[in-house]
C-alpha cells in the first residue's frame, strides 16, 4: 500500500496545494513564499524521508502568520489521511537531535488525540524577517489536524536558526520512526483496538 495524500485548501487567506508520501525519499518541492519556512519544511523532509511538494499563495503582504499555520493544518490533514487506518505502524517515537549548541528533544505517538507540549527556552523574536512565534502555531495546527500527541522540549541553545532547526529535524526524524511498519505488530497498535481520530483544532 502506497501511503501517500493530496490536500487542497482554498480560503480568504491562503491557497495551499499539497502532496505528501510517508514513505519517500526525503525529496522536497517547496514554494511557500516564505523562504525560512521552505528552509525549515526541507529539514523536516529530508530527515523525515518523506516526499513533499507544497505550494502555497497566502496573504504575505499582511504577515506570515496565515500562511505558516495554514500549512501546519494542511500537512496535519495530508498526514492523518495517508496513514489509513494505521495497521502494523510502530506509533511512538522519541530522539534528540544536537545542532551546535542547541539540542532539541521530540516524542510523537500518533494516537488520534491531538495534544501538542512546546516547551523552547533561547528564542528570539525573529530570525531575520521570520516571526519565531509561528514555529508553535505552525505545530499546533499540525497535530491538531494530524491527530497525534507531539512533544517539543528545547532545554538549551542560543542561535534561534539553530534551535528551530533542530527542532524540524527532531519532528521529521520522530515522524518517520512512529510511521514504521514493523512486521511484528498485528493489526492497530493500541489495546483498544482503534486510533480514533478528535479533532479539536480549528478549521
Known amino acids: 500500500m502506497v501511503r501517500k495524500s493530496k490536500q487542497i ?4 487567506e491562503t491557497a495551499i496545494n499539497l502532496e505528501l508520501m510517508i514513505d ?10 516564505v523562504g525560512f519556512f521552505n528552509h525549515m519544511l526541507d529539514a523536516f523532509t529530508r530527515h523525515g524521508l518523506f516526499n513533499l511538494n507544497v505550494t502555497c499563495q497566502g496573504d504575505l503582504h499582511v504577515d506570515d502568520h496565515h500562511t505558516v499555520e495554514d500549512v501546519g493544518i494542511v500537512l496535519g490533514r495530508a498526514f492523518r489521511e495517508a496513514l ?7 506509533r511512538y517515537a522519541t ?16 494516537s488520534g488525540r491531538p495534544y501538542l507540549v512546546f516547551q523552547v527556552d533561547g528564542l528570539k523574536e525573529k ?3 521570520f516571526d519565531t512565534e509561528l514555529v508553535e502555531e ?5 497535530v491538531n489536524h494530524a491527530g497525534i500527541t507531539l512533544h517539543i522540549q528545547v532545554p538549551y541553545g542560543k542561535n534561534s536558526h539553530h534551535i528551530v532547526e533542530a ?3 527532531g519532528v521529521g526524524r520522530s515522524l518517520r520512526y512512529a510511521t514504521e511498519i514493523d512486521r511484528r505488530v498485528v493489526g492497530i497498535p493500541s489495546t ?10 480549528g478549521q
Open 24 to 33: 519517500g525519499t526525503g525529496k522536497a518541492t517547496l514554494d511557500t513564499g
Open 167 to 169: 527542532i524540524f529535524k
Open 138 to 142: 505552525f505545530f499546533r495546527g499540525f
Open 192 to 201: 483498544k483496538g482503534t486510533l480514533s481520530f478528535s479533532n479539536q483544532g
Open 84 to 90: 489509513g487506518d494505521m495497521s502494523g505502524m510502530t
Open 9 to 12: 485548501r482554498k480560503t480568504n
Open 95 to 110: 530522539v534528540s537531535i544536537p545542532m551546535d549548541e542547541a539540542i532539541a528533544h521530540v516524542s510523537v505517538d500518533i
Open 127 to 129: 530570525i531575520g524577517t
